[in-house]
């Protein structure tokens, strides 16, 4: 390794678990990296898990620009997922890594404080049209005093991305790249690596061909519409915000196969990396 960062947060997105062997490879690669001494915060999507519970309890998911529309039931059923299901099986398998993990949301000791988003796409006939998503949010302010005092106790957090809104008194669902890279930068990661379903960033996402190694901040807001699309969205905008804030290295990674996020410690070139 040419460079052994101090800290690093990876974002492991709910559409890279979807095979338990490659799951639990990857895992085990988080583990190696903490046992060199590397300080390690594990944030985590939960798609599918979402999905799962809500196409079990009849409830409908609607989508705007890859962000999940959170209304009171669904709600209770995101936070189960990611809460109850998804970051419990995280900390279990770190765990029996032996890491000393410990499972946690932006709500514990008020760490996340959240705003609710608002979004205000442009229509066919150029129209601002102004849609609630509901209890989705966006993050306000982070107290990092909860996570600093595990990081320094040898603890490696795994947090879900869930934050709390004191104006409402109640939770809000966000989404998890921008929930990554903001405390990322909170955080003063060396890296941060967000862990997806695709190579990285694909011009075309129809060809894994297309992949861009490298593309600064002002590359990406330069792309044509239609380029990022989806859930690549929320990933450029996060890695966008965390370059900004200063976090220093950001790589787009496949999630969909391991050993990737030591390669790019080890100099190796992987992914998309976002510059400044």
């Avoid at 450029?236 to 790019?264: H, P, Q």
Wanted: charged share 20%; with cysteine; glycine share 12%.
């Amino acid at each position: 390794m040419d460079f052994k960062p101090e800290r690093i947060l990876i974002k492991y997105g709910g559409n890279a678990m979807g095979n338990p062997a490659v799951q639990q490879e990857i895992i085990t690669e988080i583990a190696a990296l903490s046992l060199q001494g590397i300080e390690i915060i594990l944030v985590h999507g939960g798609g599918p898990e979402i999905a799962r519970l809500l196409k079990l309890a009849g409830v409908e998911s609607q989508f705007f620009e890859g962000h999940r529309r959170t209304d009171e039931q669904t709600m209770h059923y995101v936070e189960m997922a990611l809460k109850g299901n998804v970051n419990s099986a995280l900390v279990g398998m770190l765990n029996s890594a032996g890491i000393k993990a410990v499972g946690l949301t932006g709500k514990d000791a008020a760490m996340v404080r959240s705003v609710r988003r608002m979004y205000h796409p442009v229509d066919g006939l150029g129209r601002e049209l102004e849609i609630d998503l509901g209890f989705v949010g966006d993050v306000d302010h982070i107290e990092t005093t909860l996570p600093e005092l595990l990081l320094g106790n040898g603890y490696l957090p795994v947090i879900a991305p869930l934050g709390w809104s004191v104006e409402e008194n109640h939770t809000h669902n966000i989404n998890a790249d921008i929930f990554a890279g903001e405390l990322a930068a909170a955080l003063k990661a060396d890296y941060l690596f967000l862990l997806t379903d695709t190579e990285g960033l694909l011009l075309d996402r129809h060809r894994p061909d297309s992949l861009v190694r490298e593309i600064s901040v002002a590359e990406i807001r330069g792309l044509p519409d239609g380029v990022i699309a989806e859930g690549m969205i929320p990933k450029t905008e996060a890695a966008i915000m965390a370059i900004e804030k200063g976090v220093g290295n950001c790589f787009i990674l496949s999630g969909t196969r391991s050993g990737l996020i030591s390669a790019v410690l080890s100099g190796e070139n992987s992914g998309t990396q976002v510059l400044s």
